[in-house]
């Protein structure tokens, strides 16, 4: 395994992320504990999870999955040798079973202000079993932008909006009390990061020191300013949706509808399965075939090899599936192969959504 700076840290990362985005829906919470011990035994030391988890969220299943890695942090001797993230949501309709609020006796819109972000921090640490969090990030923005694969940033002008120093007052606070090491921000713009960082900085608070956005294939959208943030200013980019939810594993094409793949589960999840899409991974599947490898390892293993990616975040559902997508950081592609995949991307650009 490969090992990276945390960002403006001393921690070092593992190049590959464990995701768990899935246990408590798709995998049981046996399956979640045989996945953390596979991963440990192989070098990851870096898990990530939040508290909506699993994914897509519903009122029956959410925080199940913090629970699960919670059962299985209980008691272990080398908590101090695993690097845990979690993230509190911002702002949802649908989530509102999340927060309880104690003034008016009942659930409340989320919002990411001081009373939320220390309520849901405490309600994680419970679940999770651990005192502390290394990193606890912002899992979307409060304000209305582009996340979640958006395109065509829109502004209505009207917005119910927690201002970005309260809520860093609010991180500041909790890495103050102990409960978190460092604090990051995820599904972020350029104009979002910059504001953390320059608010941070002239209040004197505590600085985000990581982004977690997409980044994959069919989106390299994080290519465009926050690359360069990232490099700059040295702040850590943890990539999610490496595979683009498995399309580009490729065994989709074709119309596939795999039993028990997540996509012909969830009708949610189809931001990277639209013509153009469709027509850019069986190219990439192309090139990897031609060059003998396997389209998902291949997929991975660029992500991996980016310069502004710190760690990159996967899944699976199943062992196998969690072992080749960990020896993705074993392959070095070619330049044969990266021009290739230069080229796809040239000539489909902007494949998603």
Not at 215 to 224: D, I, K, M, P
């Amino acid at each position: 395994m490969e090992y990276r700076k945390l960002g403006n840290t001393k921690i070092d990362v593992s190049a590959i992320c464990l995701g768990t985005m899935t246990w408590g829906q798709q995998n049981t919470e046996k399956e979640a504990h045989a996945q953390l011990d596979f991963a440990l035994e192989r070098g990851i030391n870096f898990i990530d999870t939040a508290e909506m988890y699993p994914v897509p969220p519903k009122a029956e299943t959410y925080s199940l999955t913090e629970q699960y890695i919670g059962t299985w942090l209980a008691g272990r001797a080398d908590r101090d040798k695993i690097i845990l993230a979690s993230k509190v949501f911002g702002p949802s309709n649908s989530l509102t079973y999340a927060r309880y609020d104690y003034a008016r006796g009942g659930k409340q819109q989320t919002r990411l202000d001081r009373g939320q972000i220390i309520y849901a921090l405490d309600e994680s640490l419970r679940r999770l079993q651990t005192d502390y969090v290394d990193l606890y990030q912002l899992h979307w923005p409060q304000r209305e932008t582009n996340y979640f694969g958006q395109l065509g940033y829109v502004y209505r002008g009207v917005e119910d909006i927690v201002p970005i120093e309260e809520t860093l007052l609010a991180l500041d606070e909790v890495v103050k009390s102990g409960k978190v090491r460092y604090v990051g921000v995820s599904n972020e713009t350029p104009w979002g990061l910059s504001e953390f960082l320059k608010i941070a900085e002239h209040e004197g608070l505590e600085s985000v020191i990581s982004i977690q956005n997409p980044y994959n294939l069919l989106n390299r959208s994080y290519e465009v300013g926050l690359a360069e943030m990232s490099i700059r200013e040295n702040i850590a980019m943890m990539a999610y949706s490496p595979l683009g939810f498995g399309v580009l594993s490729g065994k989709y094409l074709g119309g596939a509808e795999p039993q028990d793949a997540r996509l012909a589960l969830f009708d949610t999840f189809q931001r990277y399965r639209g013509q153009k899409a469709a027509r850019a991974v069986e190219r990439y599947v192309g090139v990897a075939k031609k060059n003998g490898l396997d389209p998902a390892q291949m997929a991975l293993s660029y992500v991996n090899s980016r310069p502004f990616v710190t760690s990159n975040i996967i899944g699976a559902t199943n062992l196998d599936q969690l072992k080749d997508n960990i020896e993705s950081i074993n392959i070095k592609l070619s330049d044969i192969v990266l021009e290739a995949i230069e080229e796809i991307h040239q000539d489909i650009p902007n494949p998603c959504p």
